[in-house]
């Protein structure tokens, strides 16, 4: 990850929020701040950056895979993130707004504990409910604590069922806001 230059905001609605004004109000906030000058790209993530309090995914690992033991958790995100983060796809693709409820990338630690000696692009992460195709595979970064290794990571598309509170990334070009 590329620190330098990154700043992460939380956001959240006054008052009770369905859907349709969580939308309205991430909109807003999202336009407020791509008009400050400097700013290079910015992306959203729904859980708070640097902090130890993980959720676990809801996902079921391969079957042909022993689960190994350790938390795997899930991060959804606006398809700006990885470049906002200064991730590197190490393979296959970013998401694109077409992958909403379809697709997914997975980090490297994800990688590394399901799909050891072959290429995970391609292969599906099973839900209960549906199935998410791996469509690339990024660099880790230590986005819940800087002393705590990175967590085996699926990142999918952001979508208006999402929680009300957001964090927001912002990268800034040179030196960053005056």
Known sequence: MQADRVIALRTVPAGVADASRRVRHNTIVADVVRRVPGVQSLAFIDVPLLQRAVRGSRFRP??????????????????????????????GRGLTAEDRGRGGVINESLARRYWRDRNPVGEFIRYDDGAREIVGV?????????????????????????????????????SGPR
């Open 138 to 174: 990024v660099s880790d970064i230590r986005d819940f604590s800087l002393d705590y290794p990175s967590l085996p990571t699926l990142y999918y598309v952001w979508d208006e069922a999402n929680p009300p509170i957001a964090t927001i990334v912002v990268r800034f070009a040179g």
């Open 62 to 91: 391969p079957m042909s895979v022993p689960h190994p033991a350790g938390t795997n958790t899930d991060a959804t995100i606006t398809p700006e993130y990885f470049e906002t983060m200064g991730m590197v796809l190490r393979t």
